[in-house]
């Protein structure tokens, strides 16, 4: 080969890594006209995941859960970086598994998230790499109020802060050289439910004597606080607020450094627990004992928005099993400054869960834990929330630009609800979950669906125009009625086709009934199985 003709072939393949790095623009969280959007590839997003088990993120054991992932419909791969892993000693890094596991999931065309298991999982010590565990005078742990170290670092550290900043560095400029031009990842976690869990706070002497010193006056302005002590700013939750300071103030840190190599939207994710939230276990609900102590919990939202602004989201677990908790939980986390994301939930009420944090909530994301993916889905939980993202992947151009608006509502059975009615422009919508069957059969008591361990009755309806409905979900009708005191009083069906958008076009798979029975409006019908249907109707 001649010069000549390598120097081309090079500035030939230049040129195409540079257009395919411009042709993907970088993963971004944005509010637009008051409204959350993660936009990836530029359009909105919605992330449709599955947290990889703790300890499966190998390549091997991921190689393993493809089939998994594709049998779950999901979109997204959630899956951690070990400390322990990519940097075995210190200042040497081995990315090869991460290039192998990364390359993998970019082949079977997922996304993925990243989650940092740094100096902090699960309120503990437990990712980080040996020659950090081995030496405690260097990496201070956090010490509890009988004066004993535990297995949690502490957050008043600068020298353990320098040391995950430098490994987290290292590891998103290496993730951009290697992933730039495809953007396989898209958003990153710092840490894992970072906190300090068995003490909670540090009471180390240095750490006492900054305690009782004032509260840091630009924390108290930002909270509209009056400047004080710690005691006096904070009262009771002063201990916990006093941890909460220092983490978010060394995960800002950790999220800052990072995104100044590669600005992937960052986020934290929360062990949520306090005030009445830690509805699974009988035992006092205290910061530093039933959840890790300076967390983002709902109470100290407002301190964690406050002092980590390089954090874009910050996304509370949600493992609750009682509606109205997991509710509440979402709700405290949807606000003005915090879209709503889960990227760990799971069982029974998640495919619930699901339709409501989507519709009700704007969520940009709904991940479900799932451990080892290997196999098909672990019961009929987690197929419940497979065939939601079935559905969900069909629907996704919908109901991302709709999101956040009146257009975009769920009815979701509960115990004890048999319909739900939901109120749109033009039409009321009243949606039965389970209806009896129509007709002679109807008679019979044997007809009636039988009652599900859960509630599984889920739709959503998005007015798509006038006159114009998309419908998801299972095991429910939906019926059509004119708004009362509008100049009609009844409607008909003039298309029902089930289908899916492809490339953000339309496409018709099955042309449904528009027939419907004498003495109701127009239905639409959604099998237990569920199904994705667009109505258009008339009113008259
Ligand atoms: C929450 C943690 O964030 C996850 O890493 C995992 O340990 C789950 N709990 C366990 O179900």
């Not at 109205?324 to 994301?341: A, C, F, G, H, K």
Request: hydrophobic content about 40%.
């Amino acid at each position: 080969m001649s010069h000549r003709f390598v120097r081309y072939f090079l500035t030939l393949t230049f040129a195409l890594a540079v257009a395919s790095a411009q042709s993907r623009p970088i993963p971004r969280l944005i509010k637009q006209d008051g409204k959350f959007r993660f936009m990836v590839d530029g359009k909105p997003f919605l992330i449709l995941g599955g947290q990889v088990g703790n300890i499966n993120a190998y390549p091997d054991l991921m190689e393993r859960d493809w089939p998994g992932f594709k049998a779950m419909n999901l979109n997204t791969v959630e899956y951690p970086v070990y400390w322990n892993v990519i940097e075995p000693e210190e200042g040497r890094f081995d990315f090869s598994g991460f290039d192998r596991i990364l390359t993998g999931v970019r082949s079977q065309g997922l996304r993925a998230i990243l989650l940092w298991f740094g100096t902090w999982k699960n309120g503990a010590m437990d990712w980080t790499p040996n020659w950090v565990k081995a030496n405690p005078q260097r990496f201070a742990r956090v010490i509890d109020s009988g004066g004993h170290p535990i297995r949690s670092l502490s957050p008043m550290s600068k020298v353990t802060l320098e040391a995950d900043r430098t490994a987290f560095v290292a590891m998103m400029k290496h993730l951009r050289e290697v992933d730039e031009a495809d953007r396989t990842v898209i958003m990153v976690q710092v840490e894992n439910e970072p906190g300090s869990l068995g003490s909670v706070r540090d009471f180390s002497p240095e750490s006492n004597q900054l305690f009782a010193g004032p509260a840091p006056a630009p924390l108290v302005a930002a909270l509209k606080k009056k400047p004080g002590s710690w005691k006096e700013v904070f009262g009771r939750i002063a201990d916990e607020a006093f941890n909460a300071y220092y983490l978010s103030s060394y995960i800002n840190e950790v999220a800052k450094a990072g995104k100044e190599v590669y600005p992937l939207p960052a986020y934290i994710n929360v062990w949520n627990g306090g005030y009445g939230t830690n509805d699974n276990f009988e035992r006092f609900d205290r910061p530093g004992e039933t959840y890790p102590s300076g967390g983002a919990v709902a109470h100290m939202l407002d301190l964690w928005k406050a002092n980590a602004p390089s954090i874009d989201a910050i996304a509370s677990d949600n493992y609750h099993q009682n509606p109205i908790t997991y509710l509440e939980v979402m709700n405290s986390y949807t606000r003005p400054d915090n879209p709503l994301l889960i990227v760990e939930t799971g069982a029974g009420i998640a495919a619930r869960g699901f339709f409501y944090a989507v519709a009700r909530y704007a969520a940009v994301g709904f991940g479900l834990m799932g451990g080892d993916w290997s196999g098909a889905p672990s019961g009929p939980d987690q197929a419940n929330v497979g065939a939601d993202f079935r559905l969900g992947q069909a629907a996704l151009p919908a109901i991302t630009e709709l999101q956040g608006t009146e257009k975009l509502k769920a009815a979701v059975e509960e115990r004890g609800t048999g319909a739900r009615n939901l109120i749109f422009t033009n039409y009321d919508v009243m949606v039965r979950f389970h209806p009896p069957a129509r007709g002679a059969a109807a008679a019979s008591p044997g007809v009636f669906a039988a009652t599900a361990a859960e509630p599984s009755g889920r739709v959503l309806v998005a007015e798509l125009g006038a006159d114009e409905f998309l419908v998801m979900g299972f095991g429910s009708a939906v019926e059509f009625r004119p708004v009362q005191g509008s100049d009609y009083t009844a409607a008909q069906l003039l298309s029902n086709e089930q289908g899916v958008y492809q490339n953000g076009v339309w496409k018709t798979t099955v042309h449904g009934e528009t027939a419907q029975g004498d003495y109701t409006g127009p239905i639409v019908n959604l099998p237990e199985t569920g199904a994705l249907v667009k109505v258009k109707l008339m009113r008259y």
